[in-house]
């Protein structure tokens, strides 16, 4: 259809005079607008000539919409969005209301982008973050891993039906079986519902907390986040190469705050009893097993052990 603004800016011409009165025509007999009419006969053929513009609008949105080219080539006014007319009584006379309303598409892509944004990733590539999950595929993928995948859409549905928890989950098994797999999924199924998480890689966030040392505020931020977090998980933990400043006063400052508060999750190829052991020795002061209890204490109270079994997939689709 032809700019329904430019026809009737040059009303003076015959021609597009006789082409306005034709275009008139075209949509009141449109199959958009006759069904309104016969939605509510209330309306009279004065106000749908005074509505014409909104009528335009609402027709070629409307046309637009079923020939969709995608959201990123939308031909509408205000991408996204169609025209929606309602009909209102106000005060006793009939009034034609129109609506910029979102489609489909744009609401998906508004969730994906708030998805996003309550997920915060340290060191992990995000595109992990940003996969189309799908519980059957993800269940069948390895029948060996199946058990935890169970446990990992149960503690899901758990959080969706009662709340955020206190209680967390440490996904053990072997390099390449699928553990930071698993735990992206829980962060993006949960983040759907409306929680923020962190994800941190260990091993190079350890490495990173040296620089860090020289920046106080950059430290006292990324701890912050951690600690508010409403689902914090610490991958691959056990790989790391421990200080004691890191273990005693980053580590134990946001555990202590998180227990009985908000959930940890963590994935190692170690299993508890060998992590501490881990915690218990750092490159500086040696073995301090009482310190790696203590860290502890403030770990393994709080999770339930889930066991990931399955071929190494690394380098291939979870």
Known sequence: MESLGQLLSQMKNPQLRRRSEELSAELLNSPLVLSLRAAHPELTDEQLHLNMAKLYQYVNTNRHCSNCPGLDDCP????????KLTVENTGGRTQLIDRQVPCDKQNQRQTELAVKKRIHSFY?????????????????????????VAQVIKYINETREDGLQTQGLYLEGHFGTGKTFLMCYLLHELAKSGYSGVIVYMPEFVEDLKSMMLDNQKLKESVEVMKQADLLIFDDIGAENLNPWVRDHVMGAILNYRMNRKPTFYTSNHSLSALEKHLSFTNKDGEEQHKGQRLMDRIAP?????????????????
């Open 124 to 148: 992990v590539d995000e595109r992990a973050l940003e996969e189309g999950y799908n519980e059957v595929e993800i269940m069948m993928k390895d029948r060996e891993r199946a058990p935890a």
């Open 302 to 318: 709080f999770v339930d052990v889930v066991q990931v079994h399955g071929s190494n997939k690394r380098g291939r689709n979870q």
């Open 76 to 83: 509408n006014d205000f991408p996204g969005h169609y025209t």
